[in-house]
T-cell receptor, first 114, second 113 residues
Framework: AQSVTQLGSHVSVSEGALVLLRCNYS??????LFWYVQYPNQGLQLLLK??????LVKGINGFEAEFKKSETSFHLTKPSAHMSDAAEYFC????????????FGQGTRLTINP | DTGVSQDPRHKITKRGQNVTFRCDPI?????LYWYRQTLGQGPEFLTY????????KSRLLSDRFSAERPKGSFSTLEIQRTEQGDSAMYLC???????????FGQGTRLTVV
């Protein structure tokens, strides 16, 4: 069985500060890992995904994430937060490269302070 | 490419009533997925289709829930005898095949009163 734990249901940072959203996973098979963003009353948009090609994955909007097998982590970072980054972020795991049957974490709400 | 479309966007229904939601995937996307998202939680997988075939159903999909994709294009999700616990956002997603990204619709928010 696969599972995802997102540490911190709510993260608040100042505009221009580093964003760090934490995700730890559990998987009995080599995982495929994803980060999605959800704006209010919207569907989910894929930010980036790890599919074993490279441990450091770059995504859209300046986000990146690093896969660390030894720590079973896939934390999301952005060097400088922007007001438009305020949203809900979900980490997800799958046993397939595509987004079939994703197992999501509970989400982290990111607030940006001016 | 107009994206994944879901209808309606919002639905309020009385407990015990039946409701049906529709999802129109991106054209030529063979795979279609349904997820449910309750307040403050991440989405949970319900079921998925490969063309018209329903390949897997989560145990979350009780016998009051039924999903169809009759011609391998749009899909419907029906909930019979709704309960307050069914209140959630129902998300649909589609992908071209098993190895490609799934695109999500904006969801249908169901409120059972």
């Amino acid at each position: 069985a696969q599972s995802v734990t997102q540490l911190g249901s709510h993260v608040s940072v100042s505009e221009g500060a580093l964003v760090l959203l934490r995700c730890n996973y559990s998987s009995s098979v080599p995982p495929y890992l994803f980060w999605y963003v959800q704006y209010p009353n919207q569907g989910l948009q894929l930010l980036l995904k790890y599919t074993s090609a490279a441990t450091l994955v770059k995504g859209i909007n300046g986000f990146e994430a690093e896969f660390k097998k030894s720590e079973t982590s896939f934390h999301l970072t952005k060097p400088s937060a922007h007001m438009s980054d305020a949203a809900e972020y979900f980490c997800a795991v799958s046993d397939q490269q595509g987004a079939q049957k994703l197992v999501f974490g509970q989400g982290t709400r990111l607030t940006i302070n001016p | 490419d107009t994206g994944v479309s879901q209808d309606p966007r919002h639905k309020i229904t009385k407990r015990g009533q039946n409701v049906t939601f529709r999802c129109d995937p991106i054209s030529e996307h063979n795979r279609l997925y349904w997820y449910r998202q309750t307040l403050g939680q991440g989405p949970e997988f319900l079921t998925y289709f490969q063309n018209e075939a329903q390949l897997e159903k989560s145990r979350l999909l009780s016998d009051r829930f039924s999903a169809e994709r009759p011609k391998g294009s749009f899909s419907t999700l029906e909930i019979q005898r709704t309960e307050q616990g069914d209140s959630a956002m129902y998300l649909c997603a589609s992908s071209k095949d098993v190895n490609t990204e799934a695109f999500f619709g904006q969801g249908t928010r169901l409120t059972v009163v």
